[in-house]
């Protein structure tokens, strides 16, 4: 049997039959808690002798890697480009185990908590006439000779849905994004978390929603997935995310104003780029000692055609985006549900209107006051884990230059 076991190569799949046991050595925190004396052993697929990468290598942390080199016997580096182009057998490392352990908790989590308080999952069409969001970001085809597009988000359908009388709708679904910029945090296709719900007064009930809904996420993930967080951490070192009992809420403009006393140049009705919301996150910790809060009451300039404008100042809009560790991980708004407002804010916004004219239809037969959030659950499990690069967190990533496997 040794002689068997010595000509297979690593990797391959083998059937064992034999004794499992307690070891006789005494057990300790890193030690195997079983053993298993191999009476029989089948092979049941034989991989190639040279593999792309090793296991091995690709589960070292960087630390690993460091010290290897310091003692001499420098380990083999994965690059990334070598993981994703061989991610099968890159997702056996433990840490990518983990990983996608912890996205299907995230999801569970979201659904269990949406569907404790009321709301319906539904399924919108990701073949559309038209872009749901505007600009250019969109993937184009031919639908039997009409031109349409892949969905970049579900909102027009998740509102028509509360047109129609659903009151409390979620979705998870894909979302297609022809990015045209090669980022740590974009990919051209990822998972939509969306909500959308009716409201009664304010804008910030679907704040109170996520400000409920994620903390939830985030104390879930902590009682269920303790192993799987601890092997990411083995490989890819991170301290738990800080957040507070009741998430910090801070309109743009105060957010504007930290950056400006910090001493940043930052314009009061334009966007913030991706460094000054790094920025505003280490301002928001030193100050509030969290790293997840919300930014609300945007410049209407920067949010798309379908967001309510703020009722005292139309500069501004009933809007908010959610951070984790400085970057963004949900926007949300107050949509607006007078069709004559909504068709002028849509041709505002360069967007033809006969694309989505049954969506505004919809806004002509009675429609409640209603707003709601995305978010993108590769995001959230990269941001939470602190990971630099959202290929890490999505199974088989879709960005500008990659279509395979
Ligand atoms: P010992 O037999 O002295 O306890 P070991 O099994 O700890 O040695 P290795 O042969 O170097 O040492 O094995 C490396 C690791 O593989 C071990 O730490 C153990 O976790 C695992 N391992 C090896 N053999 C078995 C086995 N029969 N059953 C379960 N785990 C094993
Ligand atoms: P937005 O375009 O900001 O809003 O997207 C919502 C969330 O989706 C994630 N996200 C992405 N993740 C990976 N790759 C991308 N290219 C990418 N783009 C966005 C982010 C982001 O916060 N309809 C609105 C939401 C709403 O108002 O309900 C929308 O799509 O986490």
């Known amino acids: 049997m040794l002689n068997f076991v010595k000509q297979l190569s690593h990797e391959s799949v083998v059937e064992l039959i034999g004794l ?119 993937f184009r085809l031919d639908y039997k000779g009409q031109p349409a597009c892949l969905a970049q988000s579900p909102q027009l359908h998740k509102q028509m849905a509360i047109c129609g009388d659903m009151r409390r709708v979620f979705e998870v679904g894909p979302v297609f994004r022809a990015e045209d910029s090669f980022t740590h945090r974009h990919l051209c296709e990822f998972v939509g978390l969306d909500v959308e719900m009716e409201i009664r007064m304010h804008y910030s009930e679907i704040m109170d929603l996520v400000g409920d809904l994620f903390p939830f996420i985030f104390t879930k993930i902590e009682e269920r997935c303790p192993k799987e967080l601890e092997s990411v951490r083995r490989q890819y070192p991170f301290h738990s995310l800080k957040f507070l009992p009741q998430t910090l809420r801070l309109t743009f403009a105060e957010g504007i104003q930290m950056l400006k006393e910090a001493g940043e140049e930052v314009d009061p009705l334009g966007d ?75 041709r505002e916004c360069g967007i033809d209107v006969k694309t989505i004219s049954t969506y505004i ?12 959030f995305g978010a993108g659950l590769e995001r959230v499990v990269m941001l939470l884990c602190a990971l630099n690069n959202i290929r890490k967190t999505s199974l088989f990533p879709r960005d500008p230059k990659r279509l395979a496997p």
Do not use: W
């Open 361 to 372: 239809d919809a806004f002509r037969y009675g429609a409640p006051p209603h707003g709601g």
């Open 272 to 346: 913030l780029n991706t460094e000054s919301e790094k920025k505003l996150g280490q301002l928001v910790l030193e100050k509030y000692k969290t790293e997840f809060y919300m930014l609300h009451r945007y410049p209407s300039a920067v949010r798309p055609f379908y967001t309510m404008p703020c009722e005292d100042d139309s500069n501004y809009s009933n809007s908010f985006d959610v951070f984790i560790r400085g970057e963004e991980i949900i926007s949300g708004a107050q949509r607006i549900h007078d069709p004559e407002l909504l068709e002028k804010r849509a």
């Open 20 to 138: 499992v046991s307690l070891p006789k050595k005494p057990l300790t925190a890193t030690s195997q808690q079983v053993e298993i004396h191999v009476t029989k052993m089948y092979c049941l697929s034989r991989s190639l002798p040279n593999l792309p990468l090793a296991v091995v290598d690709a589960a070292r942390s960087e630390a690993d890697i460091e010290k290897s080199v310091k003692d001499g016997k420098p380990a083999a580096r994965v690059l990334q480009d070598t993981r994703l182009n061989n991610r099968p057998l890159d997702l056996r490392t433990p840490a990518n185990q983990a990983l996608f352990r912890i996205q299907c908790h995230v999801q569970i989590a979201f659904r269990e908590f949406l569907l404790s308080k009321g709301f319906l999952e539904i399924h919108t069409p990701k073949l559309m006439a038209g872009s749901s969001e505007g600009g250019s970001a969109v």
